[in-house]
């Protein structure tokens, strides 16, 4: 079901029947909210009983192609999402009665799940292959560091999935994240690259290892 949240950000929201066990905010990847989203959100609340609610990053803009959104990303506002993040968590809370609420990011989105994990409005968050450090061509004036932002000491626990073949989670920032001790877990697949888990149709998609990357995180917010 869409609905508009307070900013007028449409938002994908999918409960279980009965007896919503916790909440989820999906933050997407640049491709943004979209029947793939949609689908995963269904999946989620009918097999796990979650409460989701999965929200657009670019919210009135007309993005045709990837190029237009990877151009975008430096004009993306940190506040803005998180605050669209936390307004999704609000719905979720109120109509599905739920008292814990995740985040869980894929790609970009995966990079927003670890700046949502330390707003202090989530219980965990999971970055699935989300960029430890910002890109350099996303950088912009309302875009923070993920890893800066994780030192807060509102951060939630995190779990992070790696494929180590990942261009944009390179080794060695993925070894900056065991500063943050048991707070911050890697689970790293060997031969995996960007995007494996969440999109079957991409040529990177790996289904054993996208099983037990779900394995992980469904233990994760349990």
Request: charged residues 25%; contains cysteine; negative net charge.
């Amino acid at each position: 079901m869409r609905v508009d949240l307070p900013s007028r950000t449409p938002a994908e929201i999918a409960t279980p029947p009965v007896g919503a066990e916790r909440g989820v905010v999906l933050i997407p990847d640049i491709g943004g909210l979209r029947p793939l989203f949609d689908g995963l959100a269904a999946r989620l609340a009918a097999e796990q009983r979650w409460a989701v609610a999965a929200i657009e990053p670019f919210p009135g803009r007309q993005l045709e192609t990837i190029d237009d959104r990877f151009a975008a990303v430096s004009s993306l506002d940190d506040d803005r999402i998180l605050a669209d993040a936390g307004a999704a968590a609000d719905v979720l809370e109120r109509d599905a009665g739920v008292d814990r609420v995740a985040v869980i990011g894929f790609c970009m989105g995966g990079m927003y799940a670890y700046k949502a994990a330390t707003t202090g409005r989530f219980d965990r968050a999971v970055s699935f292959y989300g960029m430890i450090r910002l890109p350099v061509a996303w950088r912009g004036p309302a875009q923070q560091e993920p890893l800066g932002m994780l030192e807060s000491d509102r951060t939630c626990p995190v779990l992070s999935i790696i494929g180590d073949q990942d261009p944009y989670t390179p080794a060695e920032d993925v070894a900056e994240l065991a500063r943050f001790g048991g707070l911050v877990q890697a689970v790293r697949f060997p031969d995996a690259e960007h995007g494996f888990v969440h999109d079957p149709d991409r040529p990177a998609h790996r289904p054993g290892d996208a099983a037990e990357a779900w394995r992980q995180v469904i233990h994760f917010l349990k």
